[in-house]
C-alpha cells in the first residue's frame, strides 16, 4: 500500500458536503441554559473578549 492510500482525500465538494450537514445541525442563534442564554455564536464572542481583554458587547 502507497504512504499516500492511508489518508482520505477531502476534495471540495466533500467540504462543502460537510458544511452543509453542520449548518443544518448546528445552530448558531439558539440560546442556551448552560451559558448563560447566549447563543453559541455570542458565548464565543464573549470568550474570545474576555480573554484578550476587550469587551466587544454586553448582554442584556
Known amino acids: ?3 499516500d492510500a492511508a489518508y ?6 466533500s467540504l462543502e ?3 452543509r450537514v453542520i449548518d443544518g445541525f448546528y445552530n448558531p442563534s ?4 448552560a ?3 447566549l447563543s453559541p455564536a455570542d ?3 464573549r470568550h474570545a473578549a ?3 481583554g476587550k ?3 454586553t448582554a442584556a
Open 1 to 3: 500500500m502507497a504512504p
Open 8 to 13: 482520505p482525500v477531502i476534495t471540495p465538494a
Open 17 to 19: 458536503l460537510g458544511n
Open 30 to 33: 439558539r440560546r442556551h441554559s
Open 35 to 37: 451559558n448563560g442564554q
Open 43 to 45: 458565548f464565543e464572542r
Open 50 to 52: 474576555e480573554t484578550s
Open 55 to 57: 469587551v466587544l458587547c
